[in-house]
């Protein structure tokens, strides 16, 4: 069984992003790229069910500037066979990497697509779902557990209050949440070897995607600010301010 | 002459920053008394084995690879002796009993130096065996033959212990020269975890500086307080090429000149360390002083380091020694000779 995990280059979960003064973006410049750490997580769980004997093979793709190459290979070094590149420099949103997915599943046909369920930058959540609905296969998102078996992945769902266990017959898409595994950390030795695996280069013009954006950014604008908080005197005081100022109590 | 690291080199240290980060954070050096040692991790990560011969399971690596490593060790002020092992025992091993490498590169045995440079040994009581280095030979001492004496650090995730040992010949494992060796080595990547505190000691002053309101604005505003900082980052700028040249030259200069190259990294990863340690305690104010904030723990790991594998003291008369009464050529001209 292939297995194809969509690997996404973001801000790194650790830097402190900041909005462009002219508000049209996040600040990239000099700043640290990683993983995304829900694509981290598929990428492990990919490995897992090749060291488990459930795969066969891991394609780690993902879709971006030259510099997502050291993503692709962030994912080999965690022990993912090979890699796919599509270069693209231009902002490509989620339909566009689901079509993207599309032609390389229909190049490479894998039996499982593992996706992160969001990338940290946009929070979009919708790349995997697009891309099942586009190859018309079943899907399964938010997972924290994965079993496969007999043709069919059950997946336990995390959702409001609860968990939800459905099973799904391949090939599908699953997304990973956050707890379906703890990534590992790349062996140095594997970090090495990483650099020998094959890593293969399209680009968007070759699969005959349009990729054209369809949602145009009006603003971006940092949180507001926290206000600082007041101390009360009383009890009395305490269950005033919340009723009657932040409305959590009736 | 291409003075850049090695890619693999970067990447290599990334991808071992990327563990230490995760897996040390600063909260761990608060429980000093009931964690678990990560050396299980640092095993089958394969930081033990950087300098090993990939027949041992290393990676057969050059000491330009793990010098980088070894300032990250330091930035997280990791409990851990890797250093010690990974970058002296390891090569010490190689250089007298090659098959007993695999050993140490797995994690199963645990052989720390000892030399009279740095006579306390952090851990020494979980070790199986010690590489001494006495007044004219290096000894291999089972831990079974050495007498422990605990010993308290100043560093609370130091826990030290005096080594001692009856060095008879039967123990000798090699000569004089390999001690000298052990020496600069203990120098080197001692001065390169000292650039890592030093380091991180910046970076969180520089954090509560941008933090901390006074007068109605963030105290890294004043230009007190921001000329501190940018004068402890110039020390550390220019201590690192220094230590990077030492950790360069070592095994392929000229011992003499591996002696001058570590005293100088030491020297200067010792001033900047220090200069560091002192302003971020005053960027910090009173609040540098509390067990509440990280920065005490990284500056008493400063402290002990500065003393380790010879003080400024010591280093000075080493370069002293090399190029007033040795004639050791110094200038422009002879930087990057290979003597």
Known sequence: ?250 | MDFRFSQDALDLADGARSFLDGANPPERLRSEDGRDSLWPQLAALGLLGVLAPESAGGLGLHDDSFVLIAEAAGRVCLPEPLVALAAISVPAVLATYPDEVGGLVRGDHVSPPVHPLAPYVHDADKADAFIIAGPDALYGVPSSKARLTPVKSIDPNRNLFRVEADLTDDLKVGGAGLCAVMAVRGATYTAAQLLGLTDAMIQMATDYAKEREQFGQPIGGFQAIKHHLASAQVKLEFARPVVYRAAASLDVDSIARQQVHAAHAKIAANEAARFASEVAIQVHGAMGYTFEVDLHYFMKRAWALETIWGDTAHHSMIINQAVIDGGLDIGPGTTFDAA
């Open chain 1, 1 to 250: 069984m292939k297995v194809l995990v969509p690997v996404k280059r973001v801000v790194d979960y650790n830097v402190k992003i900041r909005v462009k003064s002219d508000k049209t973006g996040v600040d990239l410049a000099n700043v640290k790229m990683s993983m995304n750490p829900f694509d981290e997580i598929s990428v492990e769980e990919a490995v897992r069910l090749k060291e488990a004997g459930v795969a066969t093979e891991v394609i780690a793709v993902s879709v971006g500037p030259q510099q997502a190459q050291e993503t692709i290979r962030t994912a080999l070094a965690m022990g993912a066979d090979r890699g796919i590149l599509v270069k693209t420099d231009a902002e490509v949103e989620p339909l566009g990497v689901a079509k993207i997915l599309k032609e390389l599943v229909g190049a490479e046909s894998p039996d499982l697509v593992i996706a992160g369920k969001q990338a940290i930058d946009d929070d979009s959540n919708q790349t995997g779902q697009m891309l099942a609905a586009l190859l018309g296969w079943s899907q399964a998102t938010f997972a924290s557990e994965l079993e496969i078996a007999d043709g069919k992945a059950k997946v336990t769902r995390e959702i409001d209050g609860g968990l939800q266990t459905i099973e799904v017959s391949m090939p599908a898409v699953v997304t990973a949440d956050l707890r379906l595994n703890e990534p590992r950390y790349a062996s140095l030795p594997n970090i090495m070897k990483a650099k020998k695996k094959p890593i293969d280069e399209k680009t968007v013009e070759e699969l005959g995607v349009d990729i054209a954006p369809r949602l145009t950014v009006l603003e971006v604008t940092e949180p507001a600010a926290r206000e600082a908080g007041v101390k009360v005197e009383t009890v009395a005081e305490l269950v005033d301010k919340l009723k009657n100022e932040a409305g959590v109590i009736g």
